[in-house]
């Protein structure tokens, strides 16, 4: 394999699981939240990254090239689970939904209309305890939804770029978004308020 003078000087393979593994673990726990996928995942980015390595043109830092390469593979999970999808599961999502609408209105009912959740007082203990419950409500959501808001809400990927990742059309992606987040809302009232 020939390295070039630029690779030999700025990429140190020998050094990226001291220097880097904890941060990819990191991402991708965030994304995953299955500890031993996401560690598969960083041992599959080192991987590829080595098999790769002749194509780092240095236009950007290790770690960002290494975080690229891991968003891929995140992504390539998002697709394998989103394609077994069972209707099921996006049924029992949707009837979380119908909870707090009027059957013939699709009217808020009262005791379920949008409250402040009291997050606002920049609490770290607060702040803390909702990041659980939130994680915990993402966890609830079909795959494809959860990968299509975590792809737009957590990592601020385009629209365009999500649909064209994940096979989904625009108007599939908007509804999906809807969606997740009356979810989330529904899962944030019902275990946080």
Not at 137 to 147: E, N, R, S
Not at 150 to 173: G, Y
Request: hydrophobic share 40%; aromatic share 10%.
């Amino acid at each position: 394999m020939f390295l070039n003078s630029y690779m030999i000087n700025h990429l140190n393979p020998h050094q990226w699981v001291n220097a880097h593994a904890d941060y990819l673990y990191a991402f991708a726990i965030s994304r995953i939240n299955n500890e031993e996928q996401a560690k598969d995942l960083v041992q599959d980015t080192f991987l590829a990254a080595l098999e790769k390595i002749n194509n780092f043109e240095g236009k950007s830092s290790e770690r960002t090239w290494l975080i690229a390469i891991l968003k891929n593979k995140i992504i390539d999970v998002y697709r394998k689970k989103s394609s077994g999808l069972r209707t099921t599961d996006i049924k029992e999502a949707e009837q979380e939904q119908n909870d707090f609408f009027e059957e013939h209105t699709g009217h808020w009912i009262a005791e379920y209309g949008p409250k402040e959740f009291g997050i606002e007082d920049k609490d770290h203990i607060i702040s803390k305890e909702f990041e659980q419950i939130l994680q915990k409500c993402l966890q609830k959501l079909p795959v494809l939804w959860k990968a299509v808001f975590t792809m737009k809400h957590i990592e601020d990927e385009s629209t365009d770029t999500i649909c064209a990742e994940l096979k989904v059309t625009s108007s599939n992606f908007w509804v999906i978004i809807h969606r997740t987040k009356l979810n989330l809302r529904a899962c944030l009232q019902k275990n946080w308020i």
